[in-house]
């Protein structure tokens, strides 16, 4: 297997195991979530790659800074900063 892979794969896994969430987008649609942000929003990997655009789990007072947000990402794939939102649970 490539190296770049398994390190890949052992970051995520890390970044999961403490707990953080990580989600990968294209265009505001979750490409990747790990296991650690499924257990935040309470929704499965397959209902939220479903969902039409990640800023739907958005509470409604946060929605726009979050499309806000997603959207000075771009395509540059430089990220500076930090980006919270509040979401909603799946309960």
Sequence with gaps: MNPQIVFNETLLKALSD???GLLILEDGHLLYCNEAFCKISGYGMTELVGLP???DLALPQARSA????????GSDYSVEGCYETAIRHAS
């Design 53 to 55: 655009i990640i800023c």
């Design 18 to 20: 403490l707990g953080e």
């Design 66 to 73: 979050l499309e806000e947000q997603i959207g000075h990402l």
